[in-house]
């Protein structure tokens, strides 16, 4: 593995490149001894191949400048790779950086991955879809959907919630046909969350005890009776009070599959598809640097 090269890869477009110094960046790798390169993809795909053939080159860093969504395309492209996935935070939310403790400032971001620490975590799959995050089945797919790319740029995670609001009287439960390692049921499901991280959005927790390095997935089934009793668990889940609650269910689980059709699939923020969809936790896939010091809870093993 040529473990002194690094590969910056970042979308034009990405949300954060209008703050990002490209040449003290290389400049930044040359003085730690790293042969850098810089490649500038236009758009999130474009993005995941130059750092999947950055991987396969061996290089010790490949430094991807974007949101989740990107980073998740990224991370599947590298999974198995010995190359370190180091994120720049460059997108809407940024749910990775923040859950990983890494800075908001790109300079300081790229200094803490020089000096920092590897680990592998678990990458998650809905049927061939990588996501490093959660995969979100009902309700929040809906919504994601109303959002172009241009108004995440513009407004950030806001852009979600002025989407949402207007939609929330028109959202109904669906019955839905849901199984996991040794359990399943068909019930009128609002919202399903199933999770390899904790942070949603940046700032909830839908499975507050997530393990991103213990091949399980976290699966909450939300099945509100009534628009009021939704209401109340949407609150319950922003003070992070939902667990053991009358209408939601809690699974750790390997797999997850939801085989009722139709229903809107999001994962880390992206829109893929729908469903049925086949979820599965691949144990330790992807390589990811994140700053030294304590690990963050989401890491422990």
Known sequence: MGAKS??????????????????????????????????LPDSPEGTAEAAGRAAER???????LGGDGTVRLAAGAMAGSESA????????????????????????????????????????RANDEPFLLMAGIG?????????????????????YVLHGIPMLPRLRTT?????AEGESAEERAGLIVVSNTRLYGGFLMFSMGA????????????????????????????????????????????????????????LDGDVVGETPVTLTAERGAIRMS????????????
């Open 211 to 266: 393990s991103a390095r213990d091949g399980q997935l976290d699966a909450c089934i939300f099945t509100p009776r009534t628009a009021a009793e939704a209401l109340g668990q949407a609150i319950r889940v922003v003070v992070r009070r939902h667990s053991g609650v009358e209408g939601v269910r809690e699974l750790r689980t390997p797999g997850f599959a939801v085989t009722t059709p139709g229903l809107p699939v999001q």
């Open 139 to 159: 309700w929040d797919a809906e919504i994601a959907a109303t959002v172009t790319p241009a108004l995440k740029r513009k407004l950030g995670v806001l852009a």
């Open 58 to 64: 061996g290089d010790a860093f490949v430094f991807v």
């Open 290 to 301: 994140v700053p030294a010091g304590p690990l963050t809870p989401v890491l422990w093993d």
């Open 6 to 39: 690094a590969t910056i890869v970042a979308n034009p477009r990405a949300r954060g490149m209008r703050r990002f110094d490209t040449e003290e960046a290389l400049r930044r790798l040359d003085e730690r001894g790293y042969e850098g390169r810089l490649e």
């Open 175 to 179: 019955e839905v046909a849901w199984s």
């Open 85 to 124: 996935l180091a994120v720049l935070p460059g997108g809407t939310a940024n749910v990775w950086a923040k859950e990983a403790g890494i800075p908001r400032n790109l300079m300081r971001a790229l200094d803490a991955h020089l000096d920092g620490q590897q680990v592998s975590m678990d990458l998650g």
